[in-house]
């Protein structure tokens, strides 16, 4: 329990540190580590239901399958949300996400990615983007016995992006084809034998306009609550220094999520 109690301290702790849209989704926090030949799928379902004084319906479900086989690896994100207050809709959100990575070594990676993605409520008909970098990997672990180990990982990258938003004929920012630059930093933190830490932190500038700027941080605290089942509570703002028509800037979200690996 305390190992828990910390671990949610540290999520808001690194969130006043990094206060960090989303170009790029966010893998880390799903990204399978292995160096064994095998086949990986995850699933993760929220459910949030109120009635009586508020009448909400949130509805959260996404997926995992990957494999790795000697130097390769490939997995496939996909992620669905829909929510609805008092019959009037709030959220509708999907995106899917395929990445590879070809291992040159214990240290280095070679990435390439494809990506696409909608949401109505940020005026989002539709994203599509692909490109490839570079990860470095280190780890350490702990031998004192305390069985804390530590890894992270630095990315750069670049991609080729499309948008099209739900905007009116004419409007300079309705459709958009341009490059962008991604960089990020994760770490993850295994602080007890069933309570993992991470962090993640992403920066995605327009190539040759600095100012037009996207970032996105997340960090998560996950419980394994048995082989087969963690619970997941994840907090994750978002940054947009350009946003089309009257989108905010900013975006803040707590979720918490049951995940179900085999």
Known sequence: MRTIIA?????????????????????????????????????????????????????KASGTVGKRQGAHLAFL??????????????????????????????????????????????????RALGGGGVRWMASTAD???????????????????QERYDLPEGHPGRETDIVRLSSYLTGGLQVSDNARLALTVYGQPRAGDWADVRSIGESALEVELSRLLSLLVKLTSRYDSEPVGEVEEWDLSLENTLRFRW
């Open 7 to 59: 671990g949610c301290l540290t999520i808001v702790c690194l969130h006043g540190l990094f206060p960090v849209a989303e170009a790029q989704v966010n893998i880390e926090n799903r990204r399978w580590h292995t160096d064994e030949n095998a086949i990986h799928a995850t699933v993760d379902i929220g459910l949030t239901l109120k009635r009586g004084n508020s009448e909400v319906s949130n509805y």
């Open 143 to 161: 031998t004192s016995g305390q069985r804390i180990s530590l890894n992270g990982a630095w990315g750069i990258a670049v991609f080729y992006e």
């Open 77 to 126: 994100l996909g992620k669905i949300e829909y929510g609805t207050t008092r019959d009037e809709k709030y959220l509708n959100h999907g995106q899917g996400h395929l990445r590879y990575n070809y291992y040159l070594s214990e240290f280095l990676a070679l990435e390439g990615f494809t990506q696409v993605e909608y949401d109505e409520f940020r005026l989002l008909n539709l």
